[in-house]
């Protein structure tokens, strides 16, 4: 072993984690969190461990796009203009029960076979002490607004 190596170790996920939100209430007025909001908590991570997020997805149940903010905070019980921060947005689709995705996630240093297009993965990490927000961005309540869930693990 060479005098540089050190013994890393791997990232292993302790228990999985998957949630589903209704984002029919829940909305901001644009990009930056103003004022009054009902953004809606996605994964609480300020009183457990950090999570590495492998999927960020919505389920259209209507016909109207909506544009899907998400943000991190250390707050978990209501999202502060002050603590917000933007990490990244995406559209649902217009037809009913179709599925899109946060396709914009960070890129990680994990490995990765060359196959397909993609030179490294994609995957949100939540630090511990901070929560993941959402919100749609608009400033009215919908009836048919989409459904958004994450999937990944807490370590």
């Known amino acids: 072993m ?4 050190t013994n890393k170790q791997p990232l292993l996920v302790d ?15 644009a990009i930056d969190v103003g ?12 009183q457990q461990d950090g999570a590495i997020i492998e ?3 919505a389920i259209a149940r209507g016909t109207d796009e ?3 903010n998400l943000y991190i905070s250390s707050a978990f019980d ?6 917000g921060i933007f990490i990244g947005s995406f559209k649902s689709a217009t037809t009913a029960g179709v599925v899109t995705r946060w396709e914009e996630m960070p890129k990680i240093l994990a490995p990765m076979p060359q196959t397909g297009d993609e030179a490294q993965f994609r995957a949100f990490y939540l630090p511990k002490g901070k929560a993941l927000w959402a919100a749609r961005q608009d400033t009215s309540v919908v009836t ?9 693990g807490w370590y």
Do not use: F, M, W
């Open 78 to 83: 209501y999202l502060r203009p002050n603590e």
């Open 15 to 29: 228990r999985v984690l998957h949630y589903v939100v209704d984002l029919n209430t829940a909305s901001v007025a």
């Open 35 to 46: 004022g009054t909001n009902t953004a809606l908590l996605l994964v609480d991570g300020t």
């Open 66 to 68: 909506s544009t899907i």
């Open 144 to 152: 048919d607004g989409p459904l958004l869930g994450c999937q990944g």
């Open 2 to 5: 060479a005098a540089t190596s």
């Open 55 to 57: 999927d960020i997805y």
